[in-house]
């Protein structure tokens, strides 16, 4: 049974750090990214990691997040720096067995739960 596990989200103030860690089980993914939802808003791509680790990342969160894997762990972590309101959301981790770096969700088979960020000002 595959299962995705998200943790590290929490309340941060503006400009400070989170670490997400996401855990997969069940079998290995080509890749993985992380995907986040406002209230009110659709998901949105945030970032992703192939396995040789290569890296996409959304133009709203380049140069403060940066996603990064352990494929011997079957992890995937992303480090989200000077936060910003904005950055509020639920984010949840997701994971693909095809080839390439996909950044819409629906090339996505597996999701975790979701864990919450909130950055406040």
């Known amino acids: 049974q595959v299962q995705l596990v998200e943790s590290g989200g929490g309340l941060v103030q503006a400009g400070g750090s989170l670490r997400l860690s996401c855990g997969a089980s069940g079998r290995t993914f080509n890749a993985m990214a992380w995907f986040r939802q406002a209230p009110g808003k659709e998901r949105e791509f945030v970032a992703a990691?192939?396995?040789?680790?290569?890296?996409r990342y959304s133009d709203s969160v380049k140069g403060r997040f940066a996603i990064s894997r352990d494929n011997a762990k079957n992890t995937a972590m992303l480090q989200m720096n000077s936060l910003k309101p904005e950055d509020t959301a639920v984010y949840y981790c997701?994971?693909?067995?095809?080839?390439?770096?996909?950044?819409?969700?629906?090339?996505?088979?597996?999701w975790g739960q979701g864990t919450q960020v909130t950055v406040s000002s």
């Open positions: 997701s994971a693909a067995a095809g080839l390439g770096l996909p950044y819409r969700a629906y090339d996505y088979n597996y």
């Open positions: 990691v192939n396995w040789p680790g290569s890296t």
